[in-house]
């Protein structure tokens, strides 16, 4: 019988200490046991006022917290959590959020990106592949920086070789081309900073075609597919969390008849894409695969220039018609004020 009684209230124990532990971590109470109302911030003496790739700076910012029983102290900022904060695009009153232990409150930035700013850091970043560096000039220097929340397609050659008709083929939504040819996913991820994030696009379409598994060193086809899924993975995870609110839109990988020889392996990469894509409420996959093969007769040589890589003009036409133009509409995507 004590046996029971002595188990019964080492239990009782445990559950009181249970039940404190699971209020402070739930912020229930502020340090001395007192339950905390909410919590305000004072950024009068802070940094708010952020230049492109800055990083956050919370000296002088002043966080408090109300307690229910009237008092207030101020917090020590290493116990906060901030979220939101991005200095990759130019933007007024970015609302940066702070939590404290489950209680929340916000204060504004601002932030000022420059077609300078963004051509220094390209011409500094040593990280970087060479070979686009002026592709990637080229492109700040027609976008600049106010064009902003609009749909940007980044990716490979093939939209890269659209160049400026795209913009025309493409009306009357407002697209941008930030392609440039013969990139690899971690060139695109290399080049966001850049290229990507100052947009803060809308929209994102991705064509990142046969270039990673091309390159690859990988000794079979089955090693060289997991390390491109890996990696698309990875990278589009990454452009996630800078872009929260961005769609990206996974153009099929082209089948290619200059690339015949990675047919079978591109069809898989374009069947793991559309099964990754579905599982994720920020992407959407476009199958465009049968637009350059059938699968009785083969490759549509005809909608390729001499290379058998590059799609030509007209076939870029059906692209858009087919399959582009009406995702833009499915996911209404800005347009231009009709006049």
């Known amino acids: ?93 970015l609302p940066v959020t702070v939590n404290y232990r489950g209680n929340v409150a916000e204060y504004g930035i601002t932030v000022i990106v420059t077609k300078e700013s963004l051509l220094e850091g390209l011409g500094n970043d040593k990280t970087l592949a060479s070979g686009f560096l002026q592709e990637g000039r080229n492109i700040i220097d027609k976008y600049g920086t106010e064009r902003i929340n609009e749909t940007v397609f980044y990716g490979a050659s093939n939209f890269a070789y659209w160049k400026d008709a795209m913009e025309k083929d493409l009306k009357p939504y407002k697209v941008q081309n930030h392609a440039f040819g013969g990139s690899s996913d971690k060139d695109l991820v290399a080049y966001a900073p850049y290229l990507l994030y100052p947009y803060n696009p809308s929209f994102v379409f991705f064509q ?40 990206f839109i996974v153009m099929a990988g082209i089948l290619l008849p200059g690339r015949a020889e990675y047919l079978g392996m591109t069809q898989e990469i374009n069947r793991q894409l559309k099964e990754y894509c579905d599982s994720l409420d920020y992407l959407r996959f476009v199958d465009s695969e049968a637009m350059t093969y059938d699968s009785d007769a083969g490759f549509k040589d005809n909608l390729f220039l001499s290379d058998k890589i590059h799609l030509t003009p007209a076939a870029r036409i059906i692209w858009s018609e087919r399959y582009i133009l009406p995702e833009l509409e499915a996911i209404g995507a800005p347009r231009y004020a009709e006049l």
């Not at 950024?43 to 008092?71: C, I, N, P, Q, R």
């Not at 690859?216 to 899924?229: L, V």
């Open 1 to 93: 019988m004590k046996s029971i009684k002595r188990i019964t209230m080492l239990y009782a124990v445990a559950v009181l200490f249970l039940l404190i532990a699971v209020s402070a971590l739930a912020g229930c109470t502020g340090n001395n046991g007192t339950k905390i109302k909410n919590i305000s911030v004072n950024s009068t003496g802070a940094k708010t006022v952020y230049y492109y790739g800055e990083e956050l700076d919370t000296g002088g910012l002043v966080v408090t917290a109300h307690m229910k029983d009237g008092t207030s102290r101020e917090v020590d900022l290493n116990e906060c959590v901030f979220e939101g904060f991005s200095s990759f695009y130019a933007i007024e009153g």
């Open 208 to 247: 990142t075609g046969s270039n990673d598994y091309v390159q690859s060193s990988k000794p079979t086809d089955e090693e060289k597919i997991k390390e491109a899924m890996d990696y698309k993975k990875q990278m589009f995870s990454a452009f996630h969390e800078i872009m929260p609110d961005s769609t």
